[in-house]
């Protein structure tokens, strides 16, 4: 039998996971340089305030080094291609939220967002899923800032309560 039969054949270095391994050996720096910066010893023990997130720097590296490993060897399974409608919908439904959140308060913008995932995940029309997650939004809002006394946006919903 010939080498080209017995070999599987060898697949082209996955991009999309070099890239990930190169944004996680940049999150895993930062954090390892922000770490250095802690002050504080650790004292008469070896725990100190900068332990943990050196261990969470230490961590990421190697799973940069790991995806990168295994992103050059093209070991990753083939993905399915990316259905984009739903993610636009998801995406822009944070971008009206954020956008919303002071002017429209809480219960609006969160009502809009519910209602923009829904809709990304093929559940009803907007007509009925918009005040349904506005009135989800405003109990949430009521039990975070009437209850627990935390403050959150309040808008023309909120500020008849």
Known sequence: MSDSAERPARRRPDVAALLIAAGLLIV???VL???SRISGG???ARV???TVPNLIGICLLVLAAWTAFEGWRGDFPEREAQNYPP???IVGGLAAQMLLLTTAGFSIATGLLFAATAKAF???PLWKTIPIGIVISFIVWAVFAK???LSLPAGPLERLI
């Open 28 to 30: 895993g720096a930062v």
């Open 33 to 35: 340089w922000d770490a």
């Open 42 to 44: 650790a004292g008469y």
């Open 48 to 50: 100190g305030p900068s």
């Open 87 to 89: 993610l636009v919908w």
């Open 122 to 124: 093929g559940k009803g």
């Open 147 to 149: 209850l627990l006394q």
